[in-house]
């Protein structure tokens, strides 16, 4: 037999069938022999390519795995150990789906939306900005890269993969659709396991966890504060508002009545899953985001009838005592108390450390401190670097000094400012408004969690924060396909219409 024909021969089913009873006799004999590890590498190889192949043709599949990582990997900290930092588990998941599509965009399978280049300019210049703290030497300790490099990765770099994941993942408003649906899922999941922790009490696991390190703030004097599978229940409670806000607005507007019913179930969950955690953070996140909304809906009915609710409401928890007697009710109510203990203790710290950063505007560097005790107790900043930080606002204004937590904050406003100005002035579409109007309410109470907890770059927020904002700088792209999508379907019933009327025109004339 020729060697022409021998490769012919082996690349039909009996060449298949060859390989794999070789791949599996190779096992066998590597794992008879003690080469355990060998053998299992070289049996997950073939399943490895076989993924890699799919991955390659469909990108969603990998980003459906960062996503559920993204969700679910600080809760599984609890039950088993994993062999890398998170942060860099992260990002091989991240820059292998951006490898992935950069790819895909070569091969002509993606395109690139112009519409993002404004919004990654824009946060372009918090990335220059966290790039020049690698020259910080406030602490007078030296460049430190490694330390550096730790931390400006889930602060800055990751929230940029994110933003070009979404710009070329993206091409359709129903890969929005599938985007709600697939996040809603998960707080689903997340309410579910809320609700069992609250009713049925903590596995081994938790009760760990919570005798070790979060005893002191989830088991207090108002009751205790769950929190799912997050890290923990400041994280759960403003995630659970965010997601409360952004799809009772989609609600709103959805048209298609099933999808509406599920947004609703999805809201009312997240509102149960924020009032559990016993986040007072929460509350004004919802707040933020329900008023903004009002702001958005250019309806002036709507913008008074929705002040009249939340102003009551908040009357109500502030100014009387009704349902004092429920637990949930209680601790919301604290949120309003400006002689909170807790929040006593905050504006004090707070207080303490403005006192050293007078002296450094440009903070203290990233790296720095956060249990590694990388300063000497004499240097003048060693109580700043070891001062755990109540938010990720202020965590940014110890690292990056007040020119830091300026250029961050003047980057939100104007992507808020731009993403406003979208919803109310540059799309049409009334339901793919209503969306993205859901997501820059959803964009804008998460910097008031920014001030309250550290959670906006803490897992899931960062995916779920600059994913929404990368969709609504898309939606002028969105709302152009729909019209061309709508006019091809109108050509071709013009179409249709003009066959069948020359077919009507013909029999009538042989006739």
């Not at 990765?153 to 933003?163: D, G, V």
């Not at 009249?308 to 409401?313: F, H």
């Not at 001030?451 to 969105?478: D, R, S």
């Amino acid at each position: 037999m020729r060697n022409a024909d021998i490769r012919e021969y082996m690349r039909g089913k009996w060449g298949i069938i060859a390989i794999i009873t070789s791949v599996c006799l190779l096992c066998a004999l590597w794992a008879a022999t003690g080469k355990l590890v060998m053998a299992v590498a070289l049996f997950m190889c073939p399943s490895l390519l076989i993924m890699a192949k799919f991955i390659f043709r469909k990108p969603v599949i990998l980003f459906v795995i960062l996503f559920v990582a993204n969700y679910c990997i600080l809760g599984l900290t609890r039950y088993m150990s994993i062999p890398l930092p998170i942060s860099v588990l992260m990002d091989f998941l991240m820059l292998g789906l951006v490898f992935v599509l950069c790819l895909s965009l070569i091969r002509g399978n993606k395109s690139f939306k112009q519409e993002s280049v404004p919004f990654i300019l824009i946060y372009g210049c918090w990335i220059m900005y966290c790039l020049v703290q690698l020259f910080n030497n406030t602490t007078g300790t030296g460049f430190q890269f490694s330390a550096w490099f730790k931390d400006v990765r889930p602060m800055a770099l990751h929230a940029f993969y994110i933003i070009i994941i979404f710009t070329l993942l993206f091409d359709k408003e129903k890969h929005i659709k599938y985007f709600l649906y697939l996040w809603g899922a998960f707080i689903l999941l997340a309410t579910i396991k809320g609700y069992m922790q609250r009713n049925w009490g903590f596995d081994t696991n938790e009760w760990h966890w919570l005798m070790t390190v979060g005893g002191r703030t989830h088991l207090i004097h108002s009751g205790v504060r769950y929190f799912s599978f997050f890290s923990d229940a400041g994280n759960y409670g403003t995630n659970m508002a965010f997601s409360m806000v952004t799809y009772a607005i989609c609600a709103l507007y959805e048209q298609n009545k099933y999808n509406r019913i599920c947004w609703i179930v999805i809201a009312i969950a997240s509102g149960y899953g924020m009032l559990i955690s016993g986040t007072r953070t929460a509350i004004a996140v919802a707040i933020t985001g329900f008023v903004f909304f009002t702001l958005l809906s250019k309806n002036i009915r709507l913008f008074l009838i929705s002040t009249i609710i939340l102003v009551s409401l908040v009357g109500v928890l502030k100014f009387t005592t009704i349902g004092e007697g429920n637990q949930l009710v209680r601790r919301m109510r604290t949120a309003f108390d400006p002689e909170d203990a807790s929040l006593q203790v905050r504006l004090t710290n707070q207080k303490a450390i403005r006192s050293y950063m007078k002296e450094a505007p440009w903070g203290i560097g990233f790296g720095l401190g956060m249990g590694e005790d990388q300063l000497p107790h004499s240097n003048k900043y060693w109580i700043v670097s070891v001062t755990a930080p109540d938010s990720t606002l202020v965590y940014l204004w110890m690292r990056t000094g007040i020119v830091g937590i300026s250029v961050f904050l003047i980057v939100l406003g104007i992507s808020l400012l731009i993403q406003s100005y979208i919803v109310l002035f540059k799309v049409k579409d009334k339901e793919l408004r209503g969306i993205l109007a859901a997501f820059t309410c959803g964009s804008a109470c998460m910097i008031v969690a920014a001030y309250g907890n550290f959670v906006y770059h803490q897992y899931p927020n960062t995916l779920l924060v600059f994913g929404l904002q990368t969709l609504v700088f898309m939606g002028p792209y969105f709302e152009r396909k729909k019209k061309m999508r709508t006019l091809d379907k109108e050509q071709i019933f013009d179409s249709d219409f003009d066959k069948q009327r020359e077919k009507i025109v013909y029999e009538s004339q042989n006739q």
